[in-house]
């Protein structure tokens, strides 16, 4: 009973398998000859094109099927099995796909399947594929111009050789036909063959052999070139003159012929009937020309109807680079009509360079409001500092003459925010300073004057200087922030306006009370190099003794005792290991009064340091510690601790604060930094409680 | 028909107002970016060969780059401002004269006579050398080797009894005069003897060149940073030579007129050539068009100061200038930005490669290397 259920078992999986085997390929293509069976002819559509070239060959006769569903599906097949094979086969496949579709385009093949064919070949024809197949049908007067676009289309130098071998059967208007195919490929060795057409052929032929062979750039062609658009009748004018200056171009593309090009461009130019050829010589001109180019442009738009190649020239005068070019485009300026002014001023903007600066600053200017609008709005784009000076000039003009304030000031006053903004993003920090400056002062809108505060106070100039006087003059200290005024001030300095620049910062350092305006400060002062002078005016203490590093666990907090602390002797040595300590005395250099430990004691971890300094006032009295370390720290003022942070931290300004008080004469400080790993730093300042430095002298 | 026939006379007019031009065929050789190139028969096989820098190219297709040596190449340069061939060591090969601006040392490069690289032999360290011109410096029909540094440094071949190359070079030193970027040779004052050209002034040749403290120093102009070499020549063909030189490593190309003034004193004025273009490196004077007058041919050395020239970013060019009457008329010959155009390099060479009578011009530098394969005239 058991083994014949096992045998029932066994006979239902091999009945599912064979249920479930993949359709044959005789299958599929009774699947496509089903004609109007939806399912069924989607299972093939999906299933044949990955069954490769055998698919590809029973597609074949499917093609002449007279019902058009079938038909229909068989050219999408073979169109996928293409891209299939194209995608996922390998050469032998590939190869074997393209002989299917050769098959379609032979002599005996049905006319829907040579159709086929001539729309797949350009899809599997490669370099090494003959294609008499094609020339032949060249000669067939239904099949000649499919198979013309298919060679166009198959590109290949077999497909040019066809095309080529088609002229001699052809008629005038085949030979036009293939002659305009032959000028879509890169030239070869078939350009002696055309050679004759330029002189036997009719016009019409001539000019389309002129278009083909022009592509060689071969300055031999010329004479022929200028016969042809001569001698050319009106219908294929524009098909000789558009090979006269095919040729030029290609001539100044293959490089060696300029000269011959440049003049072919000048021929053209002053003899071709059409815009559009006129053109192309306008642009060729530009694009591979120098300066010499220019004068002749403009001699072409001062003809009469000569404007409506103006785009053209204004294409190519973009075209030109060089200074000389520059300085011919600056030349024709003068002369140039109102139109035309404008769109080279425009030029000037997006091309600025300094041989165009006195003409934008002259069109900024001018009476013509067109031309000063595009003066102004290419001045705005040029991002240089010499425009900031004629919109200054504008701006400042209209107040001296006490202009009412009007649109277009307006308009230049936000041309000038746009300058502003460009200068600082091209890296121009004085050109976009300048440019605040001037916004900040024709401001009239407090919006604006904040804006301009915002980028004066991001490019400090020196020419800002009068305008911190001012706010500071006015109490405004809120309006520019002190890194802003500090930096105007030493940029004052470094200008040669020493003795301005040292009174306000004179004015600023008393109004460093905080924490916030003391950093902005010392932030600026760093990027200008070394300055203990600054950070003793801060009321740092820039120079101590030191001594460590003392072997230390985080663990211990402020609890061990290390050096006999708080009552410690400059003298003393200490042991640590098999090295003896001893004080060393440091001083810092930095504009916030800053130590690198790293740098005094050495680079270690899991340590503490000592640092110790007398310091000598006038007149004692409350006074507040103000201190930053990496890491923890402990401060002892006259021998009682007055500050203590066991902490993890990296270094800032005034971290840690206490209040205390000193005496007068000799007061003692002595802190203990801790390390616990990374950085290792320390700084310590003394201010009276309004936050103004305390003055005192260091003892040493 | 109207307008056919007044086109016809104007094709007339275009064709006659304009000279006859040169016509050039042009094409990439290799894809090397050295500035320095000359053509002569490497293989000795009858047939014209292309030489640059580290490598060369077998005539008469100049498909296949055999490689010559490593050169040494530091911040977009290559030690190799010369390529002048020569042969040093008499074995009947040409050999290379070179030296560079980083390597301090005037060098020679032996020909193996094959297709293996060759060995390069240094012959002494000058300093940093400009370029190495070839002038002969003793008027003894061969040409001495002057790798342009401050002073004056001539190195003489030591040759044979036969007159073949011995492998050694005798090294003399110039103490006169006060060189600067720029170099010529030639004779200024007529004597028949070759001067030398310094950019601040010339040394006046004295009888016997080897009696180097009688060379007489002339500081009499300031070329600024002139090309190398500065070319001496009768530009006006008044029976006095004149100069011509360009900016090397600014805009401008000009000639100096020499002149007599009051007293017979000698005289220069400048003339502009070119304003307006820049990085004039190396010249040279050629019949290019067959006519039996010289032609100045030069062109831009690109990125000469990697890209901090002035004018540095604009187009390259490769030109002739017809000489007339103190005239100089340009024909551009290549143009255009340095992905499409060629310029002239630092040391670009002349000579007839493919044997059609009419001299091409093999054009090195960092833009790649050129053959322009003089073509005559075209068709107007």
């Known amino acids: 009973m058991k083994s014949l259920l096992w045998i029932l078992l066994l006979v239902l999986n091999v009945a599912a398998a064979a249920s479930l085997s993949a359709p044959t390929l005789d299958m599929l293509v009774a699947d496509v000859l089903s004609g109007d069976d939806g399912p069924r002819q989607a299972r093939a559509r999906q299933l044949l094109p990955i069954r490769g070239p055998d698919a590809a060959w029973k597609m074949l006769p499917l093609l002449d099927d007279p019902s058009p569903a079938v038909s229909f599906t068989a050219m999408r097949i073979l169109e996928d099995v293409i891209h299939e094979t194209g995608f996922r086969g390998g050469m032998e496949e590939q190869a074997r796909v393209a002989n299917a579709v050769f098959a379609l385009v032979v002599p005996s093949a049905s006319d829907r399947q040579k159709e086929a064919g001539l729309r797949l070949l350009p899809y599997v024809a490669s370099e090494a594929h003959p294609l008499d197949v094609l020339a032949a049908l060249l000669r067939e007067e239904a099949w000649r111009e499919p198979a013309r676009a298919c060679l166009e289309h198959v590109h290949t130098r077999n497909a040019l050789g066809a095309l080529c071998q088609g002229l001699g059967a052809a008629d005038d208007p085949f030979k036009m036909a293939l002659l305009r195919s032959i000028a879509t490929f890169e030239p070869g060795g078939e350009a002696a063959g055309l050679m004759p057409l330029l002189e036997t052929g009719s016009p019409a032929v001539q000019a389309a052999a002129l278009r083909a062979l022009a592509r060689t750039g071969d300055p031999a062609l010329t004479p022929h070139a200028r016969r042809i658009c001569a001698g050319v009748s009106p219908e294929s004018a524009f098909d000789a003159w558009d090979g006269w200056l095919r040729l030029a171009d290609a001539m100044a593309a293959r490089g060696g012929c300029w000269e011959p090009a440049m003049r072919t461009y000048r021929e053209i130019l002053e003899t071709a009937p059409h815009t559009l050829i006129q053109g192309g010589a306008i642009a060729g001109l530009g694009r591979y020309g120098d300066a010499a180019g220019v004068p002749v442009i403009a001699q072409v738009l001062a003809r009469e109807g000569g404007a409506v190649l103006e785009p053209a020239a204004m294409e190519a005068f973009r075209s030109l680079a060089g200074r000389e070019a520059r300085l011919a485009l600056a030349a024709l300026y003068p002369e140039a009509g109102t139109t035309m002014k404008v769109a080279l001023l425009g030029l000037f903007g997006d091309q600025y360079a300094p041989e165009y600066a006195g003409l934008l600053a002259e069109g900024a200017h001018h009476e013509d409001a067109g031309i000063r609008s595009a003066a102004r709005g290419a001045l705005e784009r040029t991002a240089s500092p010499e425009a900031v000076e004629v919109f200054r000039a504008i701006l400042e003009e209209a107040y001296v003459q006490g202009q009412e304030w009007n649109p277009e000031l307006e308009d230049a006053l936000g041309q000038l925010r746009s300058l502003a903004r460009k200068l600082r993003q091209a890296g121009d920090g004085n050109g976009a300073g300048r440019a605040w400056l001037v916004v900040y002062r024709s401001a009239r809108e407090d919006t604006v004057r904040r804006e301009a505060l915002d980028g004066i106070r991001a490019n400090p100039v020196p020419e800002a200087f009068d305008v911190v006087l001012d706010l500071l003059a006015a109490g405004d200290l809120d309006s520019l922030p002190v890194d802003a005024m500090v930096g105007i001030a030493q940029n004052a300095i470094a200008s040669g306006r020493a003795e301005e620049g040292r009174n306000l910062m004179a004015e600023i350092m008393v109004k460093l009370t905080t924490t916030d305006a003391v950093n902005a400060a010392v932030g600026v002062m760093r990027g200008r190099g070394p300055n203990p002078g600054f950070a003793r005016a801060i009321g740092a203490v820039t120079r101590w003794h030191f001594v460590g590093p003392f072997p230390w666990n985080i663990s211990e907090g402020f609890s061990p005792v290390f050096i006999g602390e708080p009552d410690i002797s400059l003298d003393g040595a200490y042991t640590v290991g098999e090295k003896a300590l001893h004080w060393q005395a440091a001083e810092s250099a930095d504009a916030g009064g800053l130590f690198d430990l790293f740098g005094v004691i050495g680079t270690v971890e899991q340590s503490v340091a000592f640092a110790y300094a007398r310091i000598e006032t006038a007149e004692g009295g409350p006074a507040k510690i103000l201190a930053g370390s990496d890491d923890g720290l402990r401060v002892w003022v006259n021998g009682a601790v007055v500050l203590e942070n066991d902490v993890d931290r990296g270094y800032a300004l005034d971290q840690d604060s206490a209040d205390v008080t000193l005496q007068a004469g000799v007061n003692t400080l002595l802190a203990q930094i801790t390390q616990r790993a990374g950085g290792w730093a320390f700084g310590l300042r003394l201010t009276r409680p309004d936050g103004a430095p305390f003055p005192f002298t260091l003892v040493p | ?380």
């Not at chain 2, 006859?20 to 094409?27: G, I, P, Y």
């Not at chain 2, 011109?133 to 040759?159: M, S, T, W, Y």
């Not at chain 2, 004025?269 to 040279?284: C, M, N, P, V």
Request: hydrophobic share 35%.
């Open chain 2, 1 to 380: 028909m109207s307008r056919i026939m007044l086109c016809s006379v104007f094709f007339c007019t275009v064709a006659l107002s304009d000279p006859a031009v040169l016509q050039f065929e042009k094409s990439r050789i290799g894809t090397a970016t050295f500035e320095a190139a000359s053509i002569f028969d490497v293989n000795n096989d009858g047939v014209k060969d292309l030489f640059s820098g580290g490598f060369w190219y077998p005539g008469p297709d100049f498909k296949t780059a055999h490689k010559v040596a490593e050169i040494r190449y530091e911040d977009t340069y290559y030690d190799d401002f010369s390529n002048i061939p020569v042969d040093v060591n008499g074995d009947g090969l040409l050999d290379i004269a070179t030296g560079g601006w980083w390597g301090l040392t005037f060098q020679w490069r032996e020909n193996p006579g094959g297709t293996g690289e060759w060995a390069t032999h240094n012959v002494a360290e000058v300093g940093n050398i400009e370029r190495t011109c070839a002038c002969d410096f003793d008027n003894d029909g061969h040409e001495d080797f002057i790798p342009v540094v401050n002073p004056v440094q001539v190195f003489k071949l030591v040759r044979d009894e036969t007159g073949k190359g011995t492998g050694k070079f005798q090294q003399y030193t110039l103490t006169a005069g006060n060189g600067g970027h720029g170099f010529g040779c030639g004779d200024v004052n007529g004597d028949g003897r070759n001067d030398i050209l310094l950019a601040g002034g010339w040394l006046e040749a004295p009888e016997d060149p080897y009696k180097l403290d009688a060379w007489q120093w002339h500081a009499e102009f300031d070329l600024g940073s002139a090309s190398l070499p500065i070319l001496v020549y009768d530009v006006n063909k008044d029976g006095m030579n004149d100069l011509i030189y360009g900016a090397a490593h600014d805009y401008g190309l000009w000639w100096l007129e020499q002149s007599r003034g009051e007293e017979g004193k000698r005289t220069w004025t400048r003339h502009d050539i070119e304003k307006d273009r820049s990085q004039f490196h190396d010249l040279q004077l050629v019949d290019l068009d067959n006519d039996g007058a010289l032609e100045l041919v030069t062109g831009k050395r690109y990125y000469g100061h990697n890209g901090h020239d002035p004018g540095a970013n604009e187009p390259l060019g490769l030109y002739y200038y017809k000489i007339e009457n103190g005239t100089f008329t340009r024909f551009t010959i290549d143009y255009g930005p340095a992905d499409k155009a060629s310029g002239a390099g630092i040391y670009f060479w002349v000579d007839d490669v493919d044997g059609n009578g009419w001299k091409d011009i093999l054009a090195p530098g960092k833009e790649g290397l050129y053959l322009f394969l003089n073509k005559g005239f075209a068709a107007p």
